[in-house]
Nanobody
Framework: QLQLVESGGGLVQPGGSLRLSCAAS????????IGWYRQAPGKEREGIVY????????YDVDSVKGRFTISKDNAKNTVYLQKNSQKPADTAIYSC?????????????????WGQGTQVTVSS
């Protein structure tokens, strides 16, 4: 069974850091582009960062640029999202998704497999 499982969410103070994990089972993350998405209460889902298959090219949107970093560990079949300098506006459910041959896009309809999400709350 192909599955993605996120972990690492929780409560963090403004300015703090968290590392989210996205672990895959049933397939190799290395041949998929992995994207991280978030959905805040009352807002639409937003794609924020991806790491491409193969050479691991990354892309992030302006709202997280310089603060969030995506990386992957092929040996562990896991992708990470390091979130630094967090703001209350970063409060959301964070989900990872895997897409095969999607190219350079965060369009969610291009991604085939989705995790269940992990809640991140940034608050003092």
């Amino acid at each position: 069974q192909l599955q993605l499982v996120e972990s690492g969410g929780g409560l963090v103070q403004p300015g703090g850091s968290l590392r989210l994990s996205c672990a895959a089972s049933g397939f190799s993350l290395n041949i998929y582009t992995i994207g991280w998405y978030r959905q805040a209460p009352g807002k639409e889902r937003e794609g924020i960062v991806y790491i491409s298959e193969g050479d691991g090219t990354t892309y992030d949107v302006d709202s997280v640029k310089g603060r969030f970093t995506i990386s992957k560990d092929n040996a562990k079949n896991t992708v990470y999202l390091q979130k630094n300098s967090q703001k209350p506006a970063d409060t959301a459910i964070y989900s990872c998704a895997a897409g095969f041959a999607v190219g350079s896009t965060l369009m969610p309809e291009q991604y085939e497999y989705w995790g269940q999400g992990t809640q991140v709350t940034v608050s003092s």
